[in-house]
């Protein structure tokens, strides 16, 4: 499949974003802003600045981790499944176009200054024109678009910074005439003028070493277009005065003339139209890429994720958008869709940041951003929430936005992306699998994507990659093997868009550890099988080698809390509870001589399998000791007590090891049990059936498994907590 060519630099990718801002929200917006807001103006676009400035950090990091053609489409898709992936793409794509042609239209108030023409038809012509430089390449794109930007730039500052030896700071006596709610409104409409710049991620795959350009491209544009919004508006609402700025959509040219005259004037207008035209530009080059994104994807006819043989660009994608915008300019009231479409845009924001704390959470193996988003997860949370009150403020408009533009893009999955994709998302492959467990023996040979497994084992240690220690891991699946075979699967998650032959090469990481594996065999006399499998779907992956392989254990390392998340990792998720053989979760101390156990049981259905592999384990690695305890709070009754002592005596009797009883006795179950903890080189204890808040804060099980002073196993047999 051709790629696009990667030739744009830091310079080209802040100009395209730059670019895709600098426009109508500088040249018409800041007059409509301020008949809702008065002087505060400027404000308005500042606190616009602080709400989106999360989502483009967290679009920083979603783009050098994804850094291909189609941007937010990607990573939503990739995120939340193709249902999304298809609404947020061809919503994109139409918001997008809608903005560009709202810039084109826009440039109306700024040509009537120059010449009296018709404005659709010169919007038209326009289209076409940048319709065929975007066809010829990205590149002479780009570098159109870097001399517009420093012009518009330079002459910005040049006119604001004439203009502020001019001000009057009374006009900032009544600086809320409209009050907070004056001030709120503004910065809902004066937030679309921000909405382009994380345009250029939808280009990534033809930014040169994007893993750096983008987020820096992103970070400097949006600092940039920031400080020049406060500081021009800032300027006009000290210069000009309210009645003149009210509702005025030619400000500029207004301030021009006052600073300068006609004659800046008319230079200021000329800016305006050539700035406005150069963002509808931008426009079209980052909306062409999210169905040429999806036509890779089958989401959309293959011919449109096609690129010509002669420009290497997506031509077909390129023309229908200019196509669209051509459309819309002659057909529809474009100022008033347009804001349908930013209440699209900000929901779009909000699910970014939503991605990034799915992403981080869910501890997806092939997700490996170059750079990782600040203060994490609190600026996300920041954005979603701060995005909400725009929403809310924006009203019924964006219940009208969103399906406005949602319908099409649910239309068309429905009735041809679905058919063409068994894709599901990070999402869907992470969440309830009922799809798995509704039909246990219907195997599949594709199923196991690069594996196929003959021998049964009777127990599967399966590696996700960053295990403490996989060889005291491998070793806890000999023990529980009790002499019979045991397989060894390590895990490769694969992005679902991967072909799965482009992995075929293994990592000396690998052979490394495949080296010791076999090394343990030999030395232990054991049956091992090691396997790499790399997989799209690493539960489905786990839960097809259980079956297969009728195995009694399946051996896992407990996760924890990562560094830089807030949740417990469970890669295994809702599977845990719904697996067809025994769960045991262990936590390597580093401990390799195992002579006191202990045993925490709960009174319930698991506490028998608890004692006896307990009891096993003791048997295989010589311990003198098991002791069989049950936490009892410190004002429980005496006859509560002989109850539990009678209860931890009949279990007693399940093990062939010296076994002794202890009452726990305390305040509070997990201190207590991790106080006694430092004596003994072993925990065995039961894994209780998976709650929600657990993700949060942790069962039983993990909080004992994050502190103890001791190795730790948890066990579970899902089939006696959920008899079918």
Partial sequence: MKK???????????AISVSSMLGSGIFVLPGLAFAQTGPSVWLAYMLSAICVLPAAISKSELATAMPTSGGTYVYLERTFGPLVGTVAGLGLWLSLLLKSAFALVGFGAYLSVLADVPIIPISVGFTVLITFLNIIGVGKVSSILTVIVSIAIIG????????SFMMDFGHFSNEFPMGMDGLLSATGLVFVSYAGVTKVAAIAEEIKDPERNLPRGILISLGIVSFLYCFVTFVLAGTLPIEVLSGNVKTIHTLAIKVGGPFIGSAMAILGVVTMTSMANAGLLAASRFPFAMGRDNLLPSSIGKLSKR???PVISIVISGLVIGICLTTLEVAKIAKLASA??????????IAVIVLREMRVQWYKPTYKAIFYPGLQIFGIIATLGLLFEMGFIVIVGLSTISIPGILIFLLYS???????GVIGIRGKRSDLVEEPLSLHPHCLETVRFTN??????????????????????????DGGNLEVAHLTEAPEQTDLNDMDEEPASLKSLRRRVKAMAVERGAQITFDPVVSHDIMKTVYEISLRLHCRWLVKEWGGRSRGTITVHNPMGWLKDHLNCKLAVFRDVGIRYIRRVCVILNEDA????????????????DATEICIMRFIDESASEEDLQKVESYLNEMSKETTVKTTILSLKGKEEIATVLAIS??????????????????????KADKIMADAACSVMAVQDSREINPS
């Fill in 4 to 14: 696009l060519e990667r030739r744009l630099g830091l310079n080209s990718v802040v």
């Fill in 156 to 163: 910005l500052l040049l006119l604001s910074g004439a203009g």
């Fill in 311 to 313: 420009f290497l660009t």
């Fill in 344 to 353: 699209f845009m900000l929901i779009i924001y909000m699910c970014e940041n």
């Fill in 418 to 424: 679905r058919k063409r994709t068994s894709r599901k």
């Fill in 456 to 481: 049964d084992a009777n127990a599967v240690v399966s590696l996700f990659g960053k295990e403490r220690s996989p060889e005291m891991l491998v070793e806890m699946g000999i023990a529980l093997t």
């Fill in 606 to 621: 698991n506490d028998r399998l608890v004692v006896n592999t307990a009891d096993h384990l003791a048997k295989v690695y």
């Fill in 678 to 699: 430092a004596e003994y080189d072993l925990l065995v204890t039961g894994y209780p059936k998976h709650h929600w808040t657990d993700i949060f804060f942790g069962s």
